[in-house]
T-cell receptor
Framework: KAGVTQTPRYLIKTRGQQVTLSCSPISGHRSVSWYQQTPGQGLQFLFE???????NKGNFPGRFSGRQFSNSRSEMNVSTLELGDSALYLCASSYQEGGYTFGSGTRLTVV | KQEVTQIPAALSVPEGENLVLNCSFT??????LQWFRQDPGKGLTSLLLIQSSQREQTSGRLNASLDKSSGRSTLYIAASQPGDSATYLCAVPDSGGYQKVTFGIGTKLQVIP
């Protein structure tokens, strides 16, 4: 079966712009989580969605937002980009307590 | 709040050695624990998932154990190979639900041919 698909794979944006990242979970998985990975901070939890509802949110500013659609696909949006937002953004899907499956990530570079 | 520590942070071994990676966590009320591997610039690949009712899981040359009472998990890699070189991460759920996991900073493994 198809894995978790993240698009795009790479992005280069300018400070002040906004960006939208997409994640398609494994078919049948209704939970989608987002993580930011940087060399200094490791993997940091952004938020988790289940059946279009945000159930949990990490300690990120309001510039980071997300949503989930009825087909479980999820998007995250970052507005007013800062240099420090440069990171690998990873999406994971899960089914009940069956563990997480991650996508390949989106590498965002802010210049 | 769950806190996860992985020791050592980096490890360099000659090919063929058996090795142990450690993961400790502060909140033992977990329902599972998952080990991942990450190659540079790539996503995370799941290696083993241990449910709270299990004490260990095996896949090929990998064996992971879980001791909830002591807040520890170990990943054992037998007969290491250069292809095992990667960063190994453990992921532990926050108590009270499965909406969030906390990752350790990882152990960066280099296997020298």
């Amino acid at each position: 079966k198809a894995g978790v698909t993240q698009t795009p794979r790479y992005l280069i944006k300018t400070r002040g712009q906004q960006v939208t990242l997409s994640c398609s979970p494994i078919s049948g998985h209704r939970s989608v989580s987002w993580y930011q990975q940087t060399p200094g901070q490791g993997l940091q939890f952004l938020f988790e969605y289940f059946s279009e509802t945000q159930r949990n949110k990490g300690n990120f500013p309001g510039r980071f937002s997300g949503r989930q659609f009825s087909n479980s696909r999820s998007e995250m949006n970052v507005s007013t980009l800062e240099l420090g937002d440069s990171a690998l953004y990873l999406c994971a899907s899960s089914y009940q307590e069956g563990g997480y499956t991650f996508g390949s990530g989106t590498r965002l570079t802010v210049v | 709040k769950q806190e996860v520590t992985q020791i050592p942070a980096a490890l360099s071994v000659p090919e063929g050695e058996n090795l142990v990676l450690n993961c400790s966590f502060t909140d033992s009320a977990i329902y599972n624990l998952q080990w991942f591997r990450q190659d540079p610039g790539k996503g995370l690949t799941s290696l083993l998932l241990i449910q709270s009712s299990q004490r260990e899981q095996t896949s090929g040359r990998l064996n992971a154990s879980l001791d909830k009472s002591s807040g520890r998990s170990t990943l054992y890699i037998a007969a290491s190979q250069p292809g095992d070189s990667a960063t190994y991460l453990c992921a532990v759920p926050d108590s009270g639900g499965y909406q969030k996991v906390t990752f350790g900073i990882g152990t960066k493994l280099q296997v020298i041919p």
